[in-house]
T-cell receptor, first 114, second 113 residues
Framework: DAGVIQSPRHEVTEMGQEVTLRCKPI?????LFWYRQTMMRGLELLIY????????DSGMPEDRFSAKMPNASFSTLKIQPSEPRDSAVYFC????????????FGQGTRLTVV | DQQVKQNSPSLSVQEGRISILNCDYT??????FLWYKKYPAEGPTFLIS?????DKNEDGRFTVFLNKSAKHLSLHIVPSQPGDSAVYFC????????????FGTGTRLQVTL
């Protein structure tokens, strides 16, 4: 298996533009997570899905952030409009929705908003 | 509110010695704990885990200890190797949250020659 695949690896955009990050989870995994890594807060959970349904989006910072999972093999995280403070590394992870199991992470998307 | 805390942002250890990374948590509902390792420009990778029914789990050079009464866990690496240099994240999950993981802020370990 290729693991969790994220695209793009790097994104540089201007403030005010829309940004879309993409994720393909590991086949057969039914939980999907979006995390954001910053120096101050470490890995913050933004939102997670079980069986394509959003379960907890309490970590989504503002209405500018939205996430979708239209099917079991694809998810997007959208920021509109983007702001410089959104600059961070965004990780997607997937796992089996069982207790006591680890999540597998993609390589991340480094977002820079100028 | 940081429910999982790693109070040491960095640690430097000599090759061959023991590395001890610490983690504290505040949520008493957490009952499963994991350590992840992260190299630059890569995603975190799973290292070792422990369930709250145990107080120790060992895998090769890596051992995780859990002290539930103190809400504290630690990762021991013996002997430390230069390839262990990375950022280590502590994570926890709890009843009712399925596989949702809450992470700490990470500790950067540098193993020197």
């Amino acid at each position: 298996d290729a693991g969790v695949i994220q695209s793009p690896r790097h994104e540089v955009t201007e403030m005010g533009q829309e940004v879309t990050l993409r994720c393909k989870p590991i086949s057969g995994h039914n939980s999907l997570f979006w995390y954001r890594q910053t120096m101050m807060r470490g890995l913050e959970l933004l939102i997670y899905f079980n069986n394509n349904v959003p379960i907890d989006d309490s970590g989504m910072p503002e209405d500018r952030f939205s996430a979708k999972m239209p099917n079991a093999s694809f998810s997007t995280l959208k920021i509109q409009p983007s702001e410089p403070r959104d600059s961070a590394v965004y990780f997607c992870a997937s796992s089996l929705a069982n207790r006591d199991t680890e999540a597998f992470f993609g390589q991340g998307t480094r977002l820079t908003v100028v | 509110d940081q429910q999982v805390k790693q109070n040491s942002p960095s640690l430097s250890v000599q090759e061959g010695r023991i590395s001890i990374l610490n983690c504290d948590y505040t949520n008493s509902m957490f009952d499963y704990f994991l350590w992840y390792k992260k190299y630059p420009a890569e995603g975190p990778t799973f290292l070792i885990s422990i369930s709250s029914i145990k107080d120790k789990n060992e895998d090769g050079r890596f051992t995780v200890f859990l002290n539930k009464s103190a809400k504290h866990l630690s990762l021991h690496i013996v002997p430390s190797q230069p390839g262990d240099s990375a950022v280590y994240f502590c994570a926890a999950s709890g009843a009712g949250t399925a596989s949702k993981l809450t992470f700490g802020t990470g500790t950067r370990l540098q193993v020197t020659l």
